[in-house]
């Protein structure tokens, strides 16, 4: 069947909130036509969030029904089914810290992993601009250990109750610890309201009041700026019969199955996230382009990067309320800063009010049954005192066999082979790892002492967090995939923008250098058009 | 009443809908149940399970919202899935058939006329029998009773009233008073 042609000056693939920063800055600075595609539905509107909260909170139900198409997965460590109009931000915790300058450099500084080719200092307008239009509340750490070129957009989320009570405590143990940075209206901002602190960020937040891409969606739908086009699966990249631009996108749509859908622009920027970009540069191989489009180094899918966590409780002699907000925590980027080292360690540190090991019980310690008035008396008991929840994430420093591929056994609707991921540690980071652990283990049973605490269920989760990579960014053709810029090498009219530009993963939450990242790529945009 | 419990992070929360739920796939419509649980057995069932310090008012108004959790109940409805867990899960079978011939059973037994003690001993044989070593989720209660339990304490009210306080998870407040010490329970004001 003939296909269907939308043609734009600028085609972006994916809606999630990479997307979203790009679109929303080249929409204000130039006037270039833009379509985006994504292969999702949309998501309801902010109108019917509350019911579909509140069906979460009694019953577990998904408050993002139909966020995922049944045959479009992948094998291994998947972070998300969601495939949406907005993506996985529109059910993140809203967590944006920035990564610290020691992320960039770590061969530089500390001789383990890779550099990248930008530095935190290039980077650092274009996290002030992300914090800007996601609306970012933060509190200005201390300036050796959170360097930034200007103040945030909001004043910090007030620590609620419990949270001061454990920053005295962290404070005894010497370590700064200050509110983690959010986007999380603190005040009305950009017409969406406070936060009104009911605890569930993740999986939804009713009020609007943190970001997510649909916010920007919307607005550039409202301003007649950008054309967006849900439930339509980009499946191929096409390069010009001659030269290396991409000339159109392949792509169909399960309402006209038989009707492919050709993209045509002058400028494409792919921002499927970690899995769904690579697997499109991989499912575009042709006679020209054996290998996939954007892959003469051979790395597309390459060097997947992420953060590990160890994670704890810590009893603490003191009364506390948890249920206020627990996704709100305390943070300090001491130990993501640590100065020269004779051993490469870094991590993050979060301190969380928590309610484990303390919920209603069954039984005694002696294992009788308990009814009535006997169950609350023994809650009540073990609620005389209070528990912290404790996490570091560690930067893994990727392996290039760290990969996604494509499983020619599992395929989707359109006959496309899925990917498989997999996750697997440089010889460094394999090296370092006993080490690492050992070390944030000891930084948790100090904290846990200066508060007279005693720490329990100290754990290391084996996935890895904030997945990113399989486009890597650098300066050398044959050993990364896309340009500082997220530009592919390869193909001049091509940005990757977002996670898989990683080259490592940090040891933060990475969504605010996702967004960082993006805007750097539509900045050289605007620059190229 | 909202049913996710706190102290819960996003993974184990995501740990807890894998265990919580069955994951076999009801093949009937995700209709909310038309069963009814017979009140009054409900409420004595309750006086025999849950604290006296919530009155007759309170036990009243837990087996109402129980009952209406019940109703409200889709099996086969999706169930969050998102960070960290890319199985798609459904609820399982409603309950309420199951539970409801149970109350009837109690009912038949003359359940809410014996007196405390005597209600007392067969809910805890109820549980025994169960084996429960721990609060079980709600909808995977094999009995009425296990359920009605596990509805209350896993509920904002039931956190509240063990503290003391208003510290009513889950609801929206003005962000400067979470700074605040909750205050406490009308009752203990």
């Given at each position: 069947m003939k296909p269907r042609v939308i043609e734009s000056d600028i085609c972006i693939i994916g809606s999630g909130i990479s997307a979203a920063m790009a679109a929303e800055r080249l929409a204000a600075h130039g006037k270039q036509s833009i379509v985006v595609v994504e292969a999702g539905d949309e998501a309801p509107p902010l109108g019917q969030r509350y019911p579909l909260r509140q069906r979460y909170l009694d019953y577990g139900e998904s408050p993002w029904p139909r966020d995922h198409l049944e045959d479009q997965t992948a094998t291994g460590p998947l972070q998300s089914r969601s495939m949406q109009v907005g993506g996985l931000a529109m059910h993140w915790g809203g967590v944006t810290p920035r990564f610290s300058p020691e992320d960039f450099h770590v061969k530089s500084l500390y001789g383990v992993g890779d550099d990248w080719p930008i530095s935190y200092e290039e980077l650092d307008p274009f996290y002030q601009e992300a914090e800007e239009r996601l609306g970012v509340a933060g509190e200005q750490g201390p300036p050796a250990l959170d360097p930034r070129g200007k103040p945030f957009p909001m004043p910090a989320l007030p620590l609620t109750y419990n949270l001061d009570l454990l920053k005295g405590w962290s404070d005894k143990a010497g370590i700064p610890f200050w509110s983690q940075p959010s986007a999380k209206n603190s005040v009305a901002y950009h017409g969406r309201s406070a936060c009104c602190r009911s605890d569930t960020c993740f999986p939804i937040c009713p009020v609007g009041a943190k970001y997510s891409p649909d916010v920007t969606w919307n607005a550039l739908l409202a301003a007649g700026r950008i054309r967006l086009i849900a439930r339509t699966l980009a499946r191929r990249l096409v390069p010009a019969e001659s030269g290396d631009r991409i000339e159109y996108a392949i792509a169909n749509t399960p309402d006209r199955p038989n009707e492919p859908v050709h993209f045509r622009a002058k400028t494409f920027v792919l921002a499927g996230g970690y899995v769904w970009s690579a697997h499109l540069l991989l499912l575009s191989r042709s006679a020209r382009y054996p290998s996939g489009i954007a892959n003469r180094s051979e790395l597309v899918g390459a060097y997947l990067a992420g953060h590990r966590n160890v994670g704890a409780f810590v009893k603490l002699p003191m009364k506390l309320y948890p249920g206020m907000n627990e996704q709100h925590s305390l943070v300090t980027k001491r130990f993501m800063r640590p100065g020269p080292l004779d051993k490469y360690v870094r991590h993050d540190l979060r301190i969380w009010e928590s309610a484990n090991g303390r919920g209603a019980r069954l039984r005694d310690d002696a294992g009788t049954l308990m009814l009535g008035d006997e169950i609350l008396d023994d809650w009540r008991a073990r609620t005389a005192t209070g528990t912290a929840r404790i996490r570091a994430y560690y930067d893994v420093l990727p392996a290039r066999t760290s990969a996604l591929t494509l499983d020619p056994t599992r395929t989707n609707r359109w006959g496309d082979p899925l990917p498989t991921i997999t996750f697997r540690d440089s010889d460094d980071s394999i090296s370092l790892r006993a080490h690492t652990e050992s070390e944030i283990k000891r930084v948790f049973a100090d904290l846990a002492r200066a508060g007279d605490g005693q720490l329990v269920g100290v754990r290391v989760d084996n996935f890895q967090d904030h997945p990113s990579g399989g486009c890597r960014m650098g300066a050398d053709p044959e050993s990364s995939v896309v340009d500082r810029t997220g530009r592919a090498h390869d193909h001049e009219n091509l940005f990757i923008i977002g996670s898989p530009t990683h080259v490592t993963g940090g040891c933060a939450n990475a969504t605010l250098t996702f967004c960082a990242l993006a805007l750097m790529s539509a900045a050289e945009i605007q620059r190229a058009v | 009443m909202s049913r996710i419990n706190s102290g819960m992070s996003r993974r184990s929360f995501i740990g807890w809908i894998a265990t919580a739920v069955p994951a076999t796939r009801v093949l009937h419509a995700a209709l909310p149940s038309s069963v009814e649980l017979d009140h009054q057995t409900l409420v004595a069932l309750a006086t025999a399970l849950l604290p006296t310090e919530l009155g007759r008012a309170g036990l009243e108004r837990t087996a109402r919202e129980f009952a209406s959790w019940v109703r409200g109940y889709r099996p086969d409805a999706e169930l969050l899935h998102s960070y960290g867990d890319p199985v798609i899960r459904r609820a399982g079978e409603s309950p309420a058939a199951r539970w409801s011939l149970q109350l009837a059973e109690l009912r038949r037994d003359h359940f809410a006329q014996r007196p405390l003690a005597e209600r007392r001993a067969i809910a805890r044989e109820q549980l025994a029998n169960d084996k429960l070593d721990r609060m079980p989720s709600i909808a995977s209660a094999r009995h009425v009773a296990a359920g009605l339990l596990a509805f209350f304490y896993d509920s904002p009210a039931a956190t509240d009233l063990c503290y003391r306080a208003?510290?009513?998870?889950?609801a929206c407040r003005p962000l400067g008073t979470s700074a605040r010490k909750p205050l406490p329970l009308a009752d203990d004001a």
């Open positions: - | 208003r510290i009513a998870r889950n």
